[in-house]
């Protein structure tokens, strides 16, 4: 079956460094991958879309790699500040699916 | 655009009792979905909207629940009757198709739901 691999263990890093997020996934072949960023209380938040010809993608601070062989998207956040604390959700998306699978999220505490 | 638009905040109901979530999904958008999400399952899919046609409902967990889109500014989500296991946090996204066949999604802030 079809399944999403998200680090479910809150990852806890200090003001400035790099934080790297982890996505797997097995019985996909996703053509797409998306980030969203979801606070407490709130929905998820769009932040970034790559597609499997892509092997990253920059927004800003943010950095995503997409590898399809090892069938992982990483998630970076370089010179992270405490505001960038929330939860952060991959969705890999497959052709002619139009329709994104979200996992469950990993949550990042960055402490000053 | 204010965004997608959820409706109640908040719900607290008995058990047995009919619930109607509401959603207002943003202007030109020809995606809606519904999900659920808990600690135990995360996000689900519950159901999806084209054009205000319903397309998967695959995710609906029983005849308990169904979902309605009358038109293309108007979605609802109903619960009858409701259980404590229903108990969760309902999302409303809406979305437009891209030039590549991509969805971004955009999520209305839930409505948490408190079945007792």
């Known amino acids: 079956s079809q399944k999403i691999e998200q680090n479910s263990e809150a990852l806890n890093i200090q003001e400035g460094k790099t934080a790297t997020l982890t996505c797997n996934y097995t019985?996909?072949?996703?053509?797409?991958l998306q980030w969203y960023r979801q606070d407490p209380g709130r929905g998820p938040v769009f932040l970034l879309l790559?597609?499997?010809?892509?092997k990253e993608k920059r927004k800003e601070r943010l950095k995503v790699t997409f590898d399809t062989t090892l069938k992982q998207s990483l998630f970076h956040i370089t010179a992270s500040q405490p505001a960038d604390s929330a939860t952060y959700l991959c969705?890999?998306?497959?052709?002619?699916?139009?329709?994104?699978?979200f996992g469950r999220g990993t949550s990042l505490i960055v402490h000053p | 655009d204010a965004g997608v638009i959820q409706s109640p905040r908040h719900e607290v109901t008995e058990m047995g009792q009919e619930v109607t979530l509401r959603c207002k999904p943003i202007?030109?958008?020809?995606?809606l979905f519904w999900y659920r999400q808990t600690m135990m399952r995360g996000l689900e899919l519950l159901i999806y909207?084209?054009?205000?046609?319903?397309?998967?409902d695959s995710g609906m967990p029983e005849d308990r629940f169904s979902a309605k889109m009358p038109n293309a500014s108007f979605s609802t989500l109903k619960i009858q009757p409701s259980e404590p296991r229903d108990s969760a946090v309902y999302f409303c996204?809406?979305?437009?198709?891209?030039?590549?066949?991509?969805?971004?999604?955009?999520f209305g802030p839930g409505t948490r739901l408190t079945v007792l």
């Open positions: 969705a890999p998306e497959e052709e002619r699916s139009y329709i994104p699978t």
């Open positions: 790559i597609r499997e010809n892509e």
């Open positions: 019985n996909y072949s996703p053509a797409y």
């Open positions: 202007s030109g958008h020809d995606y």
């Open positions: 996204a809406s979305s437009l198709r891209g030039p590549m066949g991509t969805d971004t999604q955009y």
């Open positions: 909207f084209n054009n205000n046609v319903p397309i998967d």
